[in-house]
């Protein structure tokens, strides 16, 4: 089932360039640098272009959503996007959803009531043509898990320690993907990396679908106070020396994921691709 490796890159889709020469030219270089993935955050468009741009300008390289937010998406044209994808670079594209938070659901009009069930609802009804082992889900808690193991090829988990993945797996079973996404600082300064990794983690304070897991792990209400304390970020941000970085992966390996999907975080906080990082990452890594 995974035909991609160790390591994948998770990018939000807001820091892809418009310029294709750009785009081709990043995904290239991920490629030559021996990641196996893609994974495009942010919830990309329905028309799925920018994986598609990915795809054409790579020849291995998997790439996949991480995730489509339901509450932006009409399901009928993201249906009808993966459709083109998997014809022209079959078993390359993963399609990964996710029912977001109440701020999502409120941008459009929506009450954020019942979300796992109208999460189900998409995947059977609007995403009924995309075939079960090429669709993934944002999961976390227990019941999402549930309908990862039910629905879909697996689970996308997002800002979760590598104990998070020993729960997972074992609801998802054995023969489920289990891909948690992994925020990473190649700094060795603690204020440094500390002060990137709040910045980062600013807008996930305010959403109980973190700061409720978070709890789960042993934080507590002060743990996420003033852009949250240290033990949340050394929770959550893997940082430091080679060594420190390469454990903090290999850890949600050996709590049971099959493939990482790495964040790589930059001190400078403009929009940007952040290439130099993904090259130092791979140094540590290959």
Same mark, same amino acid.
């Given at each position: 089932? $995974? #035909?991609?490796?160790?390591?994948?890159?998770?990018?939000?889709?807001r820091?892809?360039?418009?310029?294709? $020469?750009?785009?081709?030219?990043?995904?290239?270089?991920l490629?030559?640098?021996g990641?196996g993935?893609?994974?495009?955050?942010?919830?990309?468009?329905?028309? %799925?272009?920018?994986?598609?741009?990915?795809l054409?300008a790579?020849?291995?390289l =998997?790439?996949?959503?991480?995730?489509?937010?339901?509450?932006?998406?009409?399901?009928?044209?993201?249906?009808?996007?993966?459709?083109?994808?998997?014809?022209?670079?079959?078993?390359?594209?993963?399609?990964g959803v996710?029912?977001?938070?109440?701020?999502?659901?409120?941008?459009?009009?929506?009450?954020?009531?019942? +979300?796992?069930?109208?999460?189900?609802?998409?995947?059977?009804?609007k995403?009924?043509? =995309?075939?079960?082992?090429?669709?993934?889900?944002?999961?976390?808690?227990?019941?999402? %898990?549930?309908?990862?193991r039910? %629905?879909?090829?697996?689970?996308? +988990?997002?800002?979760?320690? +590598?104990?998070?993945?020993?729960?997972?797996?074992?609801?998802?079973?054995?023969?489920?993907?289990?891909?948690?996404?992994?925020?990473?600082?190649?700094?060795t300064? +603690?204020?440094?990396?500390?002060?990137?990794?709040?910045?980062v983690?600013?807008?996930?304070?305010?959403?109980? #679908?973190?700061? #409720?897991?978070w709890?789960?792990?042993?934080?507590?209400d002060?743990? %996420?106070?003033?852009?949250?304390?240290?033990?949340?970020?050394?929770?959550?941000?893997? &940082?430091?020396?080679?060594?420190?970085?390469?454990?903090?992966?290999?850890?949600?390996?050996?709590?049971?994921?099959?493939?990482?999907?790495?964040?790589?975080?930059?001190?400078?906080?403009?929009?940007?691709l952040p290439?130099?990082? &993904?090259?130092?990452?791979?140094?540590?890594?290959?």
């Open positions: 089932m $995974n #035909n991609f490796g160790r390591y994948g890159i998770w990018v939000p889709g820091l892809w360039p418009d310029d294709a $020469n750009v785009v081709a030219s990043a995904a290239q270089e490629e030559a640098l990641y993935s893609v994974w495009i955050g942010g919830s990309p468009p329905d028309d %799925l272009a920018l994986p598609e741009a990915i054409a790579t020849s291995t =998997v790439v996949g959503t991480s995730i489509v937010d339901i509450w932006h998406s009409d399901g009928t044209q993201l249906a009808a996007s993966h459709v083109r994808l998997r014809e022209q670079f079959p078993g390359r594209f993963y399609l996710g029912s977001g938070h109440a701020p999502t659901a409120a941008s459009v009009g929506e009450a954020y009531v019942k +979300p796992l069930s109208r999460l189900k609802s998409f995947l059977t009804d995403l009924a043509r =995309v075939p079960q082992e090429e669709r993934l889900i944002a999961a976390l808690g227990p019941k999402t %898990l549930e309908s990862a039910e %629905l879909t090829a697996g689970a996308l +988990p997002y800002l979760m320690p +590598p104990a998070h993945a020993t729960e997972a797996r074992q609801i998802l079973g054995p023969d489920r993907l289990l891909i948690p996404e992994q925020k990473v600082f190649t700094g300064d +603690p204020a440094q990396a500390r002060a990137v990794a709040r910045r983690l600013k807008p996930y304070l305010s959403l109980p #679908n973190y700061t #409720n897991q709890r789960r792990f042993g934080l507590a002060e743990d %996420l106070a003033d852009g949250g304390s240290d033990r949340l970020v050394d929770l959550t941000v893997t &940082w430091g020396a080679a060594d420190t970085v390469r454990a903090g992966i290999e850890a949600h390996f050996e709590a049971g994921a099959d493939h990482i999907a790495i964040q790589a975080l930059s001190a400078d906080a403009s929009p940007h290439r130099d990082e &993904w090259r130092r990452i791979a140094e540590i890594l290959f």
